[in-house]
Nanobody, 123 residues
Framework: VQLQASGGGLVQAGGSLRLSCAAS????????MGWFRQAPGKEREFVAT????????DYAESVKGLFTISRDNAKNTMALQMSSLKREDTAIYYC?????????????????WGQGTQVTVSS
């Protein structure tokens, strides 16, 4: 599967942004999907993940209640709606896919990655 992330940009603190991830291939509905982010000088960290059907969702504590992950298997897309953004949310955001069942917070368990989209939150 090939992934293309988009929707990043510059937003003021407290604002909202919606990221999208478009996937190629006919088997998108079988992949567990996730969003990760990497800030300058930091390791890539887990943001959110959801199961192939979308019925199981997991969020990092730092974004729980603020970010919403979703997917549309008919359109081969995934989204991350981000609200109440903070400066510490500034990072490159990556979408990722794994072919094994079960959600995961470990970036090493995802075999497929998009190119990343920059999110910058200004104060």
């Amino acid at each position: 599967v090939q992934l293309q992330a988009s929707g990043g940009g510059l937003v003021q603190a407290g604002g909202s942004l919606r990221l999208s991830c478009a996937a190629s291939g006919r088997t998108f509905s079988t992949y567990v999907m996730g969003w990760f982010r990497q800030a300058p000088g930091k390791e890539r960290e887990f943001v959110a993940t959801l199961s192939a059907s979308g019925s199981i969702i997991d969020y990092a504590e730092s974004v729980k209640g603020l970010f919403t992950i979703s997917r549309d298997n008919a359109k081969n897309t995934m989204a991350l709606q981000m609200s109440s953004l903070k400066r510490e949310d500034t990072a490159i955001y990556y979408c990722a896919a794994r072919s094994y069942s079960g959600t995961s917070r470990n970036p090493g368990s995802y075999a497929y990655w998009g190119q990343g989209t920059q999110v910058t939150v200004s104060s």
